[in-house]
């Protein structure tokens, strides 16, 4: 009986010590100025120490709490690890219970740097994307499947579900998110007989390309085939054959561009409902990387966006009365703006002859169309501007960009409204551990 008792309390002991306490408890801590102090903390809760100077706060957080931590948690690596990391001294208490590995964030300067977080400065987040990376599983956010291998023919399937008559290009990426000039490559696609690429979102002439900066990062894509869709034998063939080129060529990728329409991506490795997923590697779980960023505020999560009410704080103004702060002086004249022949006022002139914009009638009866093209640029509708100066005289084409670029006192800062959200994409937050986001 006695050596029963003995078994079971010993087995009652060992699951009690084996329990993870729910509080730090401190008991006995002289470091400093702290006089033999006993003390217990919550876990999982914030707790503030608050004092006056000298009362030995830091003594207590960081020279005892997080001290004892870091040394018990390089004394249990490996000694080949400890000698490169040295002999971390032992604060000075009597016990110390249910203690974790601990991260200090010491006080100093607050960082201006919206790309520092808790998560970057600790380097918590630098393990999450490994361990992200290398044990998650993606799952498709649209049907919540485990993306699996996709193949020709399902995504024939796929563009020929797009409706009749419309014009797309079959693209296969050659070179994706490097720098470099890229020569050789773009000399072996001539060789292959290839007339046309996409580079940076540009689909140009082979022959055409000029020199890449050398220090910026690319994408290019081959133009494999140009098609309308139909709905015929024919053309199911063709497609076909220029899809499986395509994926031989871009390594199992291919991107579908229709007109007006996001890139369609596809992939052999890592396909599911018409989306291609890309390769599970750390840099796509990162806001700072160009991989994992959101492509509208890249990874900042705000957005300078334009205070229209200062611009024109008043409506009922005409352009030519002033209404458009920015450009105020080109119409109320001021000595330094005398000259109607400017460069501002000549693509004033010909938006307002070729674009048919009345200048004279008050800002808040202009057409929206109109309002949308002045504040944020013509985009790819172009205008001829006549410009005579002292050395330069001639015709120039070009478009109209945003008046914002030309003000900095009217910019103002937003949150990211993006689908995409700076830190947490849709498919990004689809990869999940053992079943588990």
Request: glycine residues 6%; proline residues 3%; positive net charge.
């Amino acid at each position: 009986m006695k050596n029963g008792s003995s078994v079971s309390l010993s087995t009652v002991q060992t699951n009690s010590n084996s329990k993870e306490l729910d509080r730090i408890i401190v008991k006995g801590a002289k470091e400093h100025n702290l006089k033999d102090i006993d003390i217990e903390i919550p876990k999982k809760k914030m707790v503030v120490f608050t004092g006056v100077s000298g009362s030995g706060k830091s003594s207590l957080a960081f020279d005892t709490i997080f001290a004892e931590g870091q040394r018990r948690y390089v004394e249990s690596l490996s000694s080949y690890a400890r000698q490169f990391i040295g002999q971390m001294e032992k604060p000075k208490y009597d016990t110390i219970r249910g203690l974790s590995p601990t991260i200090a964030i010491e006080q100093k300067a607050a960082s201006k740097n919206p790309r520092s977080t808790v998560g970057t400065i600790t380097e918590i987040s630098d393990y999450l994307r490994v361990l992200f990376a290398r044990a998650g599983t993606q799952y498709c956010y649209k049907c919540g499947k485990k993306v699996g291998r996709g193949h020709a023919q399902s995504m024939v399937s796929q563009i020929l579900s797009l409706p009749e008559a419309s014009k797309i290009l079959i693209l296969s990426p050659i070179v994706e998110n490097r720098k470099g000039e890229h020569k050789e490559r773009l000399e072996d696609l001539k060789k292959q007989g290839y007339a046309r690429v996409r580079v940076d979102g540009v689909v140009q002439e082979l022959e055409n390309v000029q020199t890449l900066a050398k220090n910026k990062k690319h994408h290019i894509e081959v133009v494999v085939d140009r098609l309308a869709v139909k709905n015929d034998t024919k053309f199911e063939k063709r497609l076909t054959d220029s899809v499986e080129t395509a994926l031989k060529l871009g390594n199992g990728q291919i991107i579908v561009h229709m007109l007006g329409r996001e890139d369609l991506k596809m992939s052999e490795e890592r396909s599911c409902c018409g989306i291609a997923y890309p390769e599970l590697i750390p840099q796509i779980f990162s806001f700072n990387s160009p991989l994992g960023m959101c492509p509208d505020c890249n990874g900042i999560g705000t957005l300078l966006s334009m205070d229209v009410n200062k611009i024109v704080p008043d409506g009922d103004l005409s352009i030519r009365q002033g209404a458009v702060i920015p450009w105020k002086n080109y119409f109320i004249k001021k000595s330094r703006y005398q000259n109607n022949n400017s460069w501002g006022m000549s693509q004033l002139t010909a938006m307002e002859k070729q674009w048919s914009i009345n200048f004279d009638i008050p800002w808040k009866k202009l057409p929206q169309k109109d309002k949308d093209l002045l504040l944020y640029g013509s985009k790819h509708k172009e205008m001829t501007v006549n410009w005579n100066s002292a050395k330069i005289h001639g015709e120039f084409t070009r478009t109209h960009e945003l008046v914002f670029d030309s003000c900095r006192y009217t910019k103002l800062e937003k949150p990211c409204q993006s689908r995409d959200t700076a830190i947490h994409s849709k498919w990004r937050s689809a990869y999940k551990i053992r079943g588990w986001i």
